[in-house]
C-alpha cells in the first residue's frame, strides 16, 4: 500500500523512515558508525550537570528508568541505548548559559549529519536546512533580529547556526522518494508544501538536538527571534523560511540554570474513548 496515494494531496502525509536508493553509504544493521574523529563526553565526562529530573527522582524503590538489564521492558537489550547514553542525550543534558572556551569544528557538523539524516521525516521530505553563521559581519546581520534576551548568548557562542525549512524540499522527493515518481506533484499543493516543510523541520531540529549532544555538545535552541525579518535578511529570495537560531559549543560544567520540573507520565498520557 503507498503511503500516499497520487491523488490524495490533501492530507499530511506519514512521516516516513524511508532511505534513498541510489549509491552512497549505507548504515549497517547496528545504525550510522561514528567515524572517531571528535571527542566524546561519557556519563563521568565534562557534561553539564544540575538536578536529576524530578521525575526519575520519584521513581518507587527498586523499580528503574526502563534503561537498564533490571528494566522490565520486553525488549533486546542490543536494540536499546545504554543508561549511560540516556543521561548524555536526555536526563544529563542542559541548555547551556555559556560554553568552553573551544571551538567547534565542521567536522563535527558532518558528524551531526551523518547521524540526524537517517531520522524519519514525512514521504522522507528532509527539508532541514542549515546555515552556519561564521564572521563578525553575519552575526551583525543576525543580531538584530534576536530578541534582546539572546543577543549576548549568540555573541559569545562558539558557532551559531540558523534552521530554516527549504519551501522547494519537493525537487528533491525524485532522488529521495524514488518509489514514487509522482511523489512531487503532491506538493503543487502550496498549503500542503508550507505545512510540510515546517512541520518536518521542527521534527529534524529535534534531531538535530539530540545528534549534537550524542557528539559531546551542549546546544541552545532559540525561537526567540523575529523569524520574518532574518528570513528576509538571509532569504530574500523566499526560497527558505527561518525556523529558530541554535548556539553550539562544549559544555562548561555548571554552566546552566536548575533544573525545571518536567510533567509526569499521567499528565501527558491519555486513552482515547
Known amino acids: 500500500m503507498p503511503i500516499v496515494s497520487d491523488t490524495d494531496t490533501d492530507t499530511e502525509p506519514f512521516v516516513s523512515n524511508a532511505r534513498p536508493t541510489g549509491p552512497g553509504p549505507r548504515p549497517t544493521d547496528s545504525g550510522p558508525q561514528h567515524t572517531g574523529s571528535s571527542p ?34 520486553d525488549s533486546d537489550p542490543a536494540t536499546m541505548i545504554d543508561p549511560g547514553s540516556a543521561d548524555l542525550i536526555f536526563r544529563e543534558a542542559h541548555t547551556p548559559t555559556r560554553f568552553a572556551d573551544r571551538p567547534v569544528d565542521e567536522q563535527v557538523l558532518r558528524e551531526i549529519h551523518d547521524l540526524v539524516k537517517w531520522a524519519p521525516t514525512s514521504m522522507n521530505t528532509q527539508p532541514m536546512r542549515i546555515t552556519l553563521v561564521q564572521g563578525e559581519a553575519n552575526l551583525a546581520r543576525l543580531l538584530p533580529h534576536l530578541s534582546p534576551g539572546n543577543r549576548a548568548k549568540v555573541a559569545a557562542a562558539p558557532l551559531t547556526v540558523l534552521i530554516s525549512a527549504d519551501r522547494n524540499f519537493h525537487d528533491q522527493l525524485p532522488i529521495v522518494f524514488p518509489h514514487n515518481p509522482d ?85 501527558v498520557v491519555d486513552v482515547a474513548g
Open 183 to 267: 511523489a512531487r506533484r503532491i506538493f503543487d499543493n502550496e498549503v500542503l508544501r508550507e505545512r510540510t516543510a515546517v512541520f518536518n523541520t521542527a521534527l529534524q531540529l529535534g534531531y538535530f538536538i539530540l545528534g549534537a549532544r550524542s557528539l559531546g555538545l551542549a546546544v541552545g535552541p532559540m525561537t526567540g527571534l523575529d523569524t520574518a525579518g532574518a528570513t528576509g535578511e538571509f532569504f530574500p529570495d523566499g526560497s527558505r523560511q527561518v525556523l529558530a537560531v541554535v548556539t553550539l559549543g562544549y559544555p562548561e560544567p555548571g554552566a546552566h540554570h536548575p533544573r525545571n520540573p518536567r510533567l509526569t507520565y499521567e499528565q
Open 40 to 73: 566524546r563526553l561519557t556519563g563521568s565526562g565534562p557534561q553539564s550537570r544540575g538536578e536529576p529530573d524530578p521525575a526519575v527522582e520519584s521513581l518507587p524503590a527498586g523499580s528503574d528508568s526502563g534503561l537498564d538489564s533490571g528494566s522490565g521492558l
